[in-house]
């Protein structure tokens, strides 16, 4: 071989060695892939919204309200939908759903009204479904009793000072406040407060100048989760995290210049599947959903969350996703022997 040849062949080398040589760990990671192979038992794992199983069924609930806790054997999952027609208006939907301990629906409230014929701004408060826009509340929740019941205001031809607000708000529970806009020159701006106390809801106004958000009590029959899958691999329970499938190599290469500030690039991940176990009472069930993998601390990151409930002596398990205003509900199929 000729030394010019030689020459030119070391150049060719260096050169490569400069452009590949910075971006080694980024070729190493991918090639990486090629040698991971998924166990056999999640290879025909779902998400959590599609697990088929022989036993066990997932119902899903969209519901960004919180889940109500009436009593030890019942729970209520609250479903609120809001679909846009072809004129224009709103079709709107509200439902209570009454679950028992083996996770079937024993009973249900149901509202649908359209928006241009009908004004409602449903709440749950304690025991009571309350009709913030209309004044009026049931008590189905606890007795299964679907009267509309109205409400009235403590001063009819008063507007409370923001100081006598106060006051009241101290001796009743502030369950709901809405602020008024002023209408023209025939009224000023004013909130629009409901309290209860002793079994007894009232509304009355007082003027713009209130500020006592923090003042509002809390729903008592609001239920309680015991764990949820943000602290799982820290304390796995009923659900652990069984197996990380690490599927893309997500890397900037040396050459990637960039000469303006920020960006938003958080570092070198793998995006990838996770794969759980349920343990339920008759058998295990499995499912999967996205994760992310930060480099080089193994870091788990996870799209979705879920806040996890089991009742005592219960047959079924609540998984209540936030992020995405989702319920599932894993319950035992009826006809499974």
């Known amino acids: 071989m000729r030394k010019s040849t030689k020459i030119i062949l070391w150049i060719i080398l260096g050169i490569l060695a400069i452009i590949l040589l910075p971006d080694f760990s980024m070729y190493y990671q991918r090639l990486k892939l090629n040698f991971e192979t998924l166990p056999d038992v999640y290879k025909s794992c779902r998400t959590i919204d599609s697990v088929k199983d022989d036993a066990y069924e997932v119902k899903e609930f969209l519901s960004y309200k919180p889940v109500l806790q009436v009593n030890d054997s019942t729970i209520v999952i609250v479903v609120n939908d809001s679909k846009e027609t072809e004129n224009r208006s709103r079709d709107e939907k509200h439902i209570w759903y009454k679950i028992n301990k083996q996770g079937q629906i024993t009973d249900s409230l149901k509202y649908f009204y359209k928006d241009r014929k009908q004004n409602h701004s449903y709440r749950t408060f304690n025991g009571y479904i309350v009709d913030t826009e209309n004044n009026t509340y ?81 729903n008592k029959l609001e239920l309680k989760y015991q764990s949820s899958t943000a602290e799982i691999d820290k304390s796995p329970a009923i659900i652990k995290r069984a197996f990380v499938k690490k599927q893309e190599w997500i890397s900037r290469s040396f050459w990637h210049l960039e000469f303006g500030w ?59 996703n936030n992020e995405n205003a989702r319920c599932y509900l894993i319950r035992p199929k009826v006809n499974f022997k």
């Open 262 to 320: 920020g960006g938003g690039y958080r570092g070198d991940k793998w995006e990838g599947t996770s794969y759980f176990d349920i343990m339920m009472p008759k058998k295990n069930l499995h499912f999967q959903q996205p994760v992310e993998i930060y480099y080089p601390d193994e870091n788990l990151i996870d799209r979705i969350t879920y806040q996890i409930y089991k009742p005592e002596n219960g047959a079924y398990l609540l998984l209540k």
């Open 138 to 218: 049931n008590t189905w929740l606890t007795n299964a009793d679907t009267t509309t019941r109205a409400f009235k205001n403590l001063n009819e031809n008063n507007v409370f000072t923001a100081k006598e607000a106060v006051k009241i708000t101290a001796e009743k529970e502030l369950m709901n406040a809405e602020r008024i806009s002023s209408d023209g020159n025939q009224e000023q701006a004013k909130f629009k407060l409901i309290v209860y106390k002793n079994k007894v809801w009232n509304y009355f106004y007082t003027d713009k100048d209130w500020n006592g958000s923090e003042t509002y009590a809390n």
